[in-house]
Nanobody
């Protein structure tokens, strides 16, 4: 069974930084890509960024130039470095991946950015 566990959320001031981690219970190279999503109150869940097992990355326009995604295959962990945070980045952030005909989700970690 695939388990994804996020950590590192919390409260930050606008302009600050946070680093999220996502630890997987299986070899993350089993999946084509690892993703970070977020869901703000009253809004739909949206894809923030992805990293392929080859290291290619993609970002939502709203976070380009501010967020970075990376992976440590030896630790089966994916990271989301969030810089220059804005109040509109406030959301629950979810680690996710698809494989074995399923999409897997972590429990989410709250990120709150104060102005």
């Amino acid at each position: 069974q695939v388990q994804l566990v996020e950590s590192g959320g919390g409260l930050a001031q606008a302009g600050g930084s946070l680093r999220l981690s996502c630890a997987a219970s299986v070899n993350i190279n089993s999946f084509n890509a690892m993703d970070w999503y977020r869901q703000a109150p009253g809004k739909q869940r949206e894809l923030v960024t992805s990293i392929s097992n080859g290291g290619s990355t993609a970002f939502a326009d709203s976070v380009k130039g501010r967020f970075a995604i990376s992976r440590d295959n030896a630790k089966n962990t994916v990271y989301l470095q969030m810089n220059s945070l804005k109040p509109e980045d406030t959301a629950v952030y979810y680690c996710s991946t698809s494989g074995y005909r399923n999409r897997f989700w972590g429990q989410g970690t709250q990120v709150t950015v104060s102005s």
